[in-house]
């Protein structure tokens, strides 16, 4: 039987793939009594996530797995954790396995700095906030500390084609490819992709 893995899935966890997410929350809504009465978001993981951190290793056996898909992920990791994400989901892939993955574009972005530095008031602020990059402000006391330590919603490292591809080599991936949507040999990555993802992104398939 085939065997499919997504990491940082959210709240996108079809059946036919093992779904990991790494986020504090599914943690703490896993809980025995206060997890279940947990109501801060409107939406709850789905039961069939779980709780997995691919930078400290997925509770898969290597060589174990056909495909590996991750999706707007990989970039808020800062660089050595980046790092240990690849080499992991290298080595829970199987020979000539399959791993797709879907990042913001930093040429992208910067391509559209440029163009629009003469149209808007503001160019930095806009390509700050559009990658997700520095912080806007700063929050002080108990929730800013929690926040800190907690939160990971802000970009860390940045990438593009190039560098993304320069990185997978160095792991040992092979046949690297620009990824467009829907486009994979295998059919299950239909089943996770989602089309407003590769827009403005990188996205790249390779080979174990």
């Known amino acids: 039987m085939k065997r499919y893995v ?16 790494a986020s504090p929350t599914l943690k703490f809504e896993r809980l025995p009594f206060l997890g ?43 660089y050595q954790d980046f790092l240990k994400a690849l080499k992991n989901t290298y080595l829970i892939l199987k020979p000539n396995g399959i791993f797709r993955c879907v990042l913001p574009d930093l040429h992208s972005s910067i391509k559209n700095y440029i163009i629009n530095y003469e149209q808007i008031e503001e160019p930095a602020h806009e390509f700050m906030r559009s990658t997700m990059l520095g912080i806007e402000k700063r929050e002080s006391g108990i929730a800013g500390l929690t926040k800190s330590l907690f939160g990971n919603s802000k970009h860390l490292w940045m990438w593009d084609n190039k560098t993304l591809t320069s990185e997978l080599k160095k792991v040992g991936f092979r046949q690297i490819r620009t990824a467009k949507f829907d486009d994979s040999s295998d059919p299950h990555f239909s089943l996770v992709e989602e089309e407003n993802r590769f827009f403005g992104a990188v996205a790249l398939e390779c080979i174990k």
């Open 36 to 78: 279940k009465i947990y109501t801060r978001n409107s939406q709850r993981f789905p039961t069939n996530v779980k709780y997995g951190d691919i930078v400290k290793g997925l509770p898969e056996m290597n060589n174990s797995c056909d495909g590996v898909y991750c999706s707007h992920i990989l970039e808020h990791l800062a």
């Open 6 to 21: 997504q990491y940082g899935c959210g709240f996108s966890a079809p059946d036919e793939w093992i779904n990991y997410d």
